[in-house]
């Protein structure tokens, strides 16, 4: 499955409605931090079925980053059932993102 680039007018469907867990990568493309993370988010994308990967762009989409709480970025967050169940700032390797949406 592909990366999903979320809107806020697509997010009850995307996120919350999801039988998955999701993974929400908040970005921005002048974001060198962001840029290291996203090879990675595109990777889980292709390879696990079993998750919904979702990208923000924080200022194409502030409302959506505002109501998540982001003030720095790259965020990742993970929404299981329509709820938050964790969340991480900063790049991180593949790995440990797999590791945040499994836990």
């Known amino acids: 499955m592909s990366v999903i680039n979320l809107t806020a007018s697509a ?35 292709e390879e696990y079925d079993q998750y919904k990967v ?14 998540f709480g982001v003030s720095n970025i790259p965020m990742l967050v993970v929404v299981k059932g329509g709820k938050i169940t964790a969340s991480h700032t900063g ?6 993102i797999l590791q945040l949406i499994e836990s």
Request: hydrophobic fraction near 40%; aromatic fraction near 10%.
């Open 11 to 45: 997010f009850e469907q995307e996120v919350m409605k999801s039988d998955k867990p999701v993974l929400i990568d908040f970005y921005a493309h002048w974001c060198g931090p962001c840029r290291m993370v996203s090879p990675f988010v595109s990777e889980i994308a």
């Open 54 to 67: 979702c990208k923000v762009n924080v200022d194409e989409e502030p409302e959506l980053a505002g109501a």
């Open 91 to 96: 790049a991180i390797p593949k790995e440990s």
